[in-house]
T-cell receptor
Framework: GQNIDQPTEMTATEGAIVQINCTYQ??????LFWYQQHAGEAPTFLSY??LDGLEEKGRFSSFLSRSKGYSYLLLKELQMKDSASYLC??????????WGAGTKLIIKP | SQTIHQWPATLVQPVGSPLSLECTVE??????LYWYRQAAGRGLQLLFY??????ISSEVPQNLSASRPQDRQFILSSKKLLLSDSGFYLC?????????????FGEGSRLTVL
């Protein structure tokens, strides 16, 4: 079966760095997405990786290793507004998105 | 710019009652349209997707149905709600022809079935 695993919850301190991991087992691979979702709101797109390596976008970076079935989202200089759930999703060989359950990130002052 | 709206935002319905959630997209033509359901502690579950007017693909067999009467309108319906239909429903769109394109989500509709 297809599976996306990410930690349920993480806690970090304002101003610090946090890494949210995502491992996947899917039928084929056509890219990996990260979305941010604040409580009670809709997800918003953060990043897309289809090749191995690091993609940097401001304070957020996303890394992919296809051979390991692994990705991480790195958040630097954490702000209180970064408190949200972070969803990992993989596009399989049929171009269908398989979603993880999300990682709830709690930022403490 | 493109926008997506869905309504109602919150809905409390008794078991056995009908349901209609509506979603419209503006600023783009022939979008791919999706209905997702999000349950607590679980990943987004794709319910329906559409690549054009009248073209609906169902991913999960259940008592829900979807329709696309116009290019930028997507409707989620049920004739008789079940308790298990409670959840957060999200409409989304993506650019047609780009299989790896990002999804743009509506504001979400929280349905509670009592």
């Amino acid at each position: 079966g297809q599976n996306i695993d990410q930690p349920t919850e993480m806690t970090a301190t304002e101003g610090a760095i946090v890494q949210i991991n995502c491992t996947y087992q899917t039928s084929g691979f056509n890219g990996l997405f990260w979305y941010q979702q604040h409580a009670g709101e809709a997800p918003t797109f953060l990043s897309y990786n289809v090749l191995d390596g690091l993609e940097e976008k401001g304070r957020f970076s996303s890394f992919l290793s296809r051979s390991k079935g692994y990705s991480y989202l790195l958040l630097k200089e954490l702000q209180m507004k970064d408190s949200a759930s972070y969803l990992c999703a993989v596009m399989d060989s049929n171009y269908q998105l398989i979603w993880g359950a999300g990682t709830k990130l709690i930022i403490k002052p | 710019s493109q926008t997506i709206h869905q309504w109602p935002a919150t809905l409390v319905q008794p078991v056995g009652s009908p349901l209609s959630l509506e979603c419209t997209v503006e600023g783009t033509s022939n979008p791919n349209l999706y209905w997702y359901r999000q349950a607590a502690g679980r990943g987004l579950q794709l319910l329906f997707y559409s690549v054009g007017i009248g073209q609906i693909s169902s991913e999960v067999p259940q008592n829900l149905s979807a329709s696309r009467p116009q290019d930028r309108q997507f409707i989620l319906s049920s004739k008789k709600l079940l308790l298990s239909d409670s959840g957060f429903y999200l409409c989304a769109w993506s650019v047609a022809g780009i299989d790896t394109g990002e999804l743009f989500f509506g504001e979400g509709s929280r349905l509670t079935v009592l």
